[in-house]
């Protein structure tokens, strides 16, 4: 199960379909944009200008590379409400490995704690600006994600896409390492696995390992002592879009939208069209764009105000 389709996610979901790895479920909850392209290797000027959901555009590129592969692709948000229950499918069931392909601190400590919870190997990794490290999460004999990262940094302490780019290569050098240690442990090699923390500044020219076999914590609140906060905490209203003046808004209460309906009533305010799992289009009165989707979220483009993009969400589409 690949968590978010972008710089990660494209190169390693890409290297994954073609080693013929059997089943991959790919998670996203954003749109292709043209800003993207010059990383997020899956997709084409015509998936940027048409907006397609990345996890959908994703899985059409992979099925025509190899048809032979089940792909699922989810346009969601993994949070907290929907985490487990997104974990597991119909025909696949629990998946044999995560990989983050996030974002966001948030998401991975929920990929963390799914991780933990169901003994789940997780491979973690970053990418922004020339940086980037990985590190590969045996439960239940390694170190966790929160044995190295007790919290996530403060809100605006760390770089990220949107304030510093992503350089590339990074991301699919990156990639590259996620797709290799996921493979070692698809194919029973898990003592082959990283047992490292690699960081390495591509710019500068400068690479590290960090030795993580001593790290775990016997007083770390997850794998010691199994307590899943970032699965059992309420989610947030608003989150912003990394790379966009964006912001995603949440529904306070979950539940399946009718997508008509919503077209019908935002076609009166602008120009709309349902393009599938989502109702997308721009105000006419006012200079955003919308973009709402069947589980009740919505991306409000030209925001950063989390305040002004609830005010909208509860305009258009209601509380």
């Known amino acids: 199960m690949i968590v978010g389709v972008g710089a990660l996610g494209c190169p390693c979901a890409d290297l994954l379909a073609r080693a013929g790895v059997a089943k ?7 749109l292709v944009d043209i800003t993207n392209l010059h990383r997020q290797t899956l997709y084409t000027d015509t998936d940027a200008r048409t907006s397609r959901p990345k996890a959908i555009a994703a899985a059409d590129r992979l099925r025509a590379v190899n048809p032979d592969i089940d792909i699922h692709p989810v346009v969601a948000d993994l949070n907290a409400n929907d985490a487990e229950q997104l974990l597991e499918h119909e025909r696949f069931g629990t ?17 963390n704690d799914l991780s933990v919870k169901h003994s789940i190997p997780y491979v973690y990794a970053g990418a922004v600006g020339t940086k980037g490290m990985a590190t590969v999460f045996l439960p239940p004999d390694s170190p966790c994600l929160r044995c190295i990262f007790p919290e996530p940094p403060p809100p605006g302490s760390q770089p990220t896409c949107e304030t510093v780019g992503v350089f590339s290569p990074v991301s699919s050098i990156i990639a590259s390492y996620q797709a290799s240690e996921a493979l070692k442990v698809l194919m029973g090699h898990e003592k082959r696995a990283m047992r490292t923390l690699l960081e390495f500044d591509l710019w500068e ?17 997850c794998c010691a ?3 899943f906060e970032f699965l059992e905490r309420d989610d947030e209203d608003t989150i912003s879009i990394c790379g966009k003046d964006a912001i995603q ?41 919308l973009s709402v989707f069947h589980d009740g979220r919505a991306i409000i483009e030209g925001v950063s105000d989390p305040a002004l993009a609830r005010s909208i969400y509860d305009r258009y589409i209601g509380s």
């Not at 993580?212 to 609140?221: A, F, Q, T, V, Y």
């Open 205 to 221: 020219g400068q690479r590290r390992r960090i030795d993580l076999s001593g790290s775990k914590d016997p007083e770390c609140p």
């Open 225 to 227: 002592h199994r307590r």
């Open 95 to 111: 998946p044999d490995i995560l990989i983050d392909g996030a974002d966001n601190f948030e998401t991975r400590f929920i990929l």
């Open 24 to 30: 991959l479920t790919l998670i996203d909850r954003d």
């Open 249 to 289: 808004v949440n529904p306070r209460i979950r539940q399946r939208l009718d997508l008509q309906q919503i077209l019908e009533n935002l076609r009166v305010h602008g120009d709309f069209s349902n393009i599938g799992v989502l109702v997308k289009g721009t105000l006419r009165d006012e200079p955003y764009g």
